[in-house]
């Protein structure tokens, strides 16, 4: 079992920065999989940023030199750094980790870039 807990979201004016973080309930070293999905109003959810086992990262092309997913082991916590955001930013963020396959997902964080 993995419980992930987010925080950090808000709203941010077009061009501006956040940094999201997900801890999760156990050491990150045994999570195969780790990172960001956002779902926006009537669309699908959607990659944005990810760590598979390497660790190697996977973004959305939509996010590429704008946003950057980093861990910190220790903490047991990844972090989305998201800057130069638009308004098809917004959404609501979600946490996700995959362990001996199982998918477990945060309850997610509202992201609103708007002016």
């Known amino acids: 079992q993995v419980q992930l807990v987010e925080s950090g979201g808000g709203l941010v004016q077009p061009g501006g920065s956040l940094r999201l973080s997900c801890a999760a309930s156990?050491?990150?070293?045994?999570?195969?999989?780790m990172g960001w999905y956002r779902q926006a109003p009537g669309k699908q959810r959607e990659l944005v940023a990810t760590?598979?086992?390497?660790?190697?990262?996977n973004y959305a092309d939509s996010v590429k030199g704008r946003f950057t997913i980093s861990r910190d082991d220790a903490k047991n916590t990844v972090y989305l750094q998201m800057s130069s955001l638009k308004p098809e930013d917004t959404a609501v963020y979600y946490c996700?980790?995959?362990?001996?396959?199982?998918?477990?997902w945060g309850q997610g964080t509202q992201v609103t870039v708007s002016s």
């Open positions: 996700y980790a995959a362990r001996l396959g199982v998918n477990y």
């Open positions: 760590f598979t086992s390497g660790p190697t990262t």
């Open positions: 156990r050491s990150i070293f045994s999570i195969s999989a």
